[in-house]
Structure formats: structure tokens, C-alpha cells
């Protein structure tokens, strides 16, 4: 016995009902045929795994956000996946270590969070996207993203807009050209995030207040960063941040947001968030980052990953309901006509079967199926 009310779950985790629950899968199914027609192969990947394999793969995956146990069967740690980024990684370095690269591989399926967030209390999420492994050149970045918006556009998310994010340039930059002690590099990085001139001031990084002046549309967003003198350090990104923005603006909106680094952990030189119209929050999200091998060779990688749960509550992916009434008694060859036409039948199983309340939108009348 339990003292736990047999409805409850636990917090951040929900039932889909329908007609959600078909269109979570309808959207799941209409982002990986977008990603097949560029050349992604869908892997399935386990639900858990052993957590070394989980943290060990990507750079800086870490540890506290995964949901763990120990396997009765192998006595070993295991981990609830909370990315299958890190598990395509491992497909990619071990089973596919000697498939031709670029690799291009798509996947989906749950995945679950030890916490969520305030805007996102939901622990387990529908991801889906690609990973393109072998590459992070300008030329790849351009290439998932253009999947990208592909696959938001066939998930019927209108208003798209993308917001560039160069994850490891104040590293770069404290590093080289802006010199700026290692120890200090953290709360530099917590002054950028919260906008805090002041605080640059009062850690002698005034050299860093453009960056924050520079979020924003991309083209002001450019040419403020364009003021920095930082040499090669910040000229490769711009140079390769206005050839991706080149490739989006005549779809989307793009802005640029060069210190913002919250969910972007393990990427390096490029990140990007995806926002969709009417659809609170990020949809989705991507960049570039580093896989490692198990002999510690490293390999370079983009992709990108949408979260299908936010468009299934702005309504996406529903079909239009056409169920129609069976009543007793009603020919097996007319249900199954129907049913070749489109149609879902539902068939009475007793006299007092009522097409109404079962959620009919026709009834057969014996001719056709009449509205009700
Ligand atoms: N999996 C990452 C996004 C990503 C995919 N590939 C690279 N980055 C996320 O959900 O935040």
C-alpha cells in the first residue's frame, strides 16, 4: 500500500491525453521526414545508460543534471538521458566510428531533466533534431540550421526567429586579446549575463562593455562588435556570424546576443535559439561543440534540437477530428469503406452507445455518414 494518490505523478511529469498525444507524434514524425529529405539517418538510442558514457562524452556535461540509479542487473550507476545529443556522440565515436563523415543522423524521443525551469517547470520533454558529426565549419552551421527552419516549417511553427550566440568568445577573448585574469573570467561572464556595466567597471573590464551593447538586431549587433579590437579573435566570428545571418534573414528574423551562454554548455564557437510566434519561450536550440573519443581524439560537431512539447500546447500537429458513429448492426464492408476514405469509425458495442458523447463528429445513417 502507498500513501501517494493513484493519480498523482511526480512533479514535472504529465500524461498526454488525446488529442495531444497524437500530435506529439504527428510533429515528431513531420520533423523527421524534414530532416530525411537532407540526408539524416534517424538512430534510436536506449532511454538510460551507463552515466560515465552520459558525462564523459561531450565536453562539460555535467553530472548534476542527471536523474540516476543503480541497475539491480549490472550493479553500474545508470542515467536517464537528458540530451541524446551526448548519446548520438556516443553512437557516432563507437558503433559509427567508421562511417564516412560528415555523418548526418536525426533522432527523437524523451528525455528528462532532474529539475525544470521557471518557464519550463516539465522534467521529461519530446526532443528531436540532428547532429552533423565530423565538422563545424561555417558551411555545416549553414547547413542545420537551414534543416532547421525546414523542420520548423513542417511542424507548422510560422514567425520563426533565430538568435546567435558565440558561446565560447569571452573565454577567447579574456585569454588573448582583452587579458583578463582566469580566476576573474567567472564573474566577468555573471556580469555579462546580467548586463551589469557597473560591474565591468568595477572589475577593470571595461573593454567588455560593448558586448552588451551589442545584443540585438544582427546588423547594429555587428557593427557595434565590430568596435572591439580584438584582432582575429573576434573578426573570424563576426566574419562567419554575417555570412549564417546571410542565410537566415530572408526567412526569419535574426538577432545576435554574443555573451549569452544559459543552456549553452558544451557548445563552442557558434550557438543559436530558436522562437516561433505566439509559442512562449525557446523552441529549440543548437550550435557547435567538440565529441570525444574514448582515446581522447576530439571530433567536431553541429546540430540542433527542438522541443516538441511547447508546440503541442500551442495547438500544432492536430488533425482535424473526422470520427464518425457506427450504429448497431452497421455492415463490416461499410466500416471498413469508410475507413479506406479517411474516415475513424466507432463502432456501437452495446444499444446504449451514443456517437455524441463518444466524441463523433458523423453518424451512418445507413446512406452516409451525416454531421451531428
Ligand atoms: N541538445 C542541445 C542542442 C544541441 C544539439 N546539437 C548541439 N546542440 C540542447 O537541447 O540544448
Redesign the pocket.
Known sequence: MTDIAPGLLPEGLHDRLPPEAESAATLLRAVMDATATHGYERVQPPLAEFEANLVGRLKSTRQQDLLRFVDPVSQRTLALRP????Q?GRIATTRMAGTARPLRLAYGGA?LKVRGTQLRPEREML?T???LIGSDTVAAVAE?LRVALDALEAAGVTGVSVDLTLPNLVEALAAGPMPLAADKVPELQACLDGKDAAGLTALGADAYQPLIAAAGPIDQALKRLRTLNAGDVIEERLDAVSILADGLRNRVGVTLDPTERH?????SWI?FSLFGEGIPGEI??????TIVHADGREEK?????I?LDPLVSAGLGRSERRRVFLPLGTDESVAAGLRAQGWATVAAISQGCNGTKLGCTHQWNGLEAAPL
Open positions: 540530451d541524446m545529443t551526448a548520438v528525455v526532443q533534431g540532428v547532429e542545420v543552456g549553452f554548455e558544451y557548445q550557438g529549440g536550440r543548437g550550435g557547435s561543440y560537431a553541429v546540430g540542433f534540437s522541443y
